[in-house]
């Protein structure tokens, strides 16, 4: 095809029509123009393909993890109000009379002492994190949403993780011990292992074991209100954006 042009340039030089020449030039750097811009809009339009096809790509991964995170919120969330159950139940039974060790045993493993972290799907998010795909996604409010989403999902993470170390620190270790043995009947299997082990602290409002007890319940159950609102508040926001995300990929069916 070049040697073509090539012979009818030069036979127009030859043939002294340089007017025609011109023209036929001009016409020639018009064609290779156009050339390259369909060439270029050719590979345009393949890597749009190719970023679209990853984007679905993240969209289904994104929108699988947050399926699964949505039903580990809601496990959590009504675990942790069977825990405040039991401790409701706990310290209202714990002013009624405690009359044999018997009781006093029944009672004592109700309290509750959870120590709960918040552990989601974030490896999706984490990878388009550090690829630097984070804008690969089309819909801007959509992207606004998922990042929003994980940033949450971390300052949540950090809140679980600095309330369970203060519980653990300031209230848990102090309360520890007190009637610890009723925990482990296993390891001890003898009633002479629990001599001396006075049981009947729990009758006595004003004594301090009793009052140890109590409070440290009563933190447990103010933790978990704190941590089932975090939960909440997660599990609301990630249906959202997983219907969202349900809805994008619906248009993009469409499209096929």
């Known amino acids: 095809m070049i040697k073509f042009f090539t012979k009818i340039r030069q036979n127009m ?5 340089f007017g025609k020449y011109l023209i036929y030039a001009v016409g020639e750097i018009i064609l290779v123009v156009i050339g390259i811009l369909i060439a270029l809009q050719i590979n345009n339009w393949n890597e749009n393909r190719k970023a679209e096809k990853i984007e679905l790509t993240y969209l289904i991964r994104l929108k699988n993890d947050l399926e699964k995170d949505t039903l580990y919120l809601e496990n959590k969330m009504q675990y942790l109000k069977g825990e405040k159950a039991k401790i409701y139940q706990f310290v209202h039974q714990l002013y009624n009379v405690q009359k044999t060790e018997k009781e006093f045993k029944q009672l004592y ?3 509750s002492y959870v120590t709960e972290s918040l552990v989601l799907q974030t490896s999706t998010y984490e990878e388009l994190k550090n690829t630097g795909l984070t804008n690969i996604f089309q819909n801007e409010s959509l992207k606004i949403e998922i990042l929003d989403l994980y940033r949450e999902y971390q300052i949540a993470a950090d809140h679980f993780i600095e309330i369970n170390n203060f519980t653990a620190r300031e209230i848990f270790s102090k309360s520890a011990s007190v009637g610890i043995k009723y925990y482990v009947p296993d390891l001890y299997d003898e009633k002479r292992l629990f001599e001396g082990t006075n049981w009947e602290f729990i009758n006595d409002p ?8 109590e409070d440290t319940q009563i933190n447990y159950y103010i933790k978990y209100g ?3 609102g975090h939960f909440e508040d997660l599990l609301i926001k990630s249906k959202s ?3 969202k995300i349900n809805k994008e990929l619906s248009k993009e069916e469409d499209k096929v």
Do not use: P, V
Not at 206 to 213: C, D, R, T, V
């Open 13 to 17: 030089i030859t043939d002294n029509k």
């Open 109 to 111: 493993i109700l309290q």
């Open 206 to 213: 004003n004594s301090e074991s009793f009052k140890l007890i």
């Open 226 to 228: 704190y941590l089932i």
């Open 241 to 243: 954006l997983f219907f």
